[in-house]
């Protein structure tokens, strides 16, 4: 098993340049956040020049909170997201209306009961915290605790991720995917290419050996 057959996403991109870097350094998702209260915040139609430039195998992923189904519709069109991150209150039946195939934020106090609510197709998004309200450098998520729910559930772990323990985190949990944004920063919203790149190629190299 390569790095290439698991989700490695940088999220928080508003930079063309960051995500062309990230991806050159072999991740495999690019997230944007349009969530208004966020510091990561993209305008669609960047977000849209952006993703345009990404070669076709990435994932695009457009994160959201509490958006309406139309807008949701809207700016998936607009932008050419491949993937849509949920955040806020919605519910399962929003899966039924967006024609992506969807991620659902849950901690591990909430991933039980979306399991169990959420079809079965749906891959959690699995954080210590509110990655889009609380931003920042979070806490990690209890690693050993989230390996029993990776046994049973499709999960990309997100949560206090950095170059230095990305390696740890993916050898104890064994996630389908992991999730950085704040970790690899220079500030909200602008990546440090170094962080990126150590980061990206610490995750592969623990793929490949899990």
């Known amino acids: 098993m390569t790095g290439s057959d698991r989700m490695i996403k940088i999220c928080g991109i508003t930079r063309l340049t960051d995500a062309l870097h990230a991806v050159r350094e072999g991740a495999t998702a690019i997230g944007f956040v349009f969530w208004p209260g966020s510091p990561r915040c993209v305008d669609p139609a960047l977000a849209g020049e952006i993703a ?13 909170v509490n958006e309406p189904i139309d807008g949701i519709r809207r700016i998936a069109k607009m932008v050419g997201l491949r993937m849509v991150q949920l955040h806020g209150q919605e519910p399962p039946a929003y899966v039924d209306e967006i024609d992506q195939p969807v991620m659902r934020s849950v901690t591990l106090d909430t991933v039980v009961d979306a399991a169990h609510a959420w ?7 699995l954080d210590s915290s509110d990655p889009v ?21 499709r999960i990309v772990l997100a949560g206090g991720l950095t170059p230095e323990n990305i390696e740890e985190a993916i050898m104890t949990v064994r996630p389908f995917g992991v999730d950085v944004s704040s970790g690899v920063e220079s500030r ?8 990126v790149s150590l980061f990206v190629s610490n995750a592969r190299a623990a793929f490949t050996q899990r």
Do not use: Y
């Open 119 to 125: 079809p079965s197709d749906t891959t959690l998004l």
């Open 52 to 64: 345009g430039a990404l070669p076709g195998d990435v994932t695009t992923v457009g994160v959201f």
């Open 188 to 195: 909200p919203g602008v990546k440090d290419f170094e962080k």
């Open 133 to 153: 309200r609380s931003g920042g450098h979070r806490p990690t998520v209890d690693w050993s605790r989230a390996a029993i729910v990776a046994r049973e559930c």
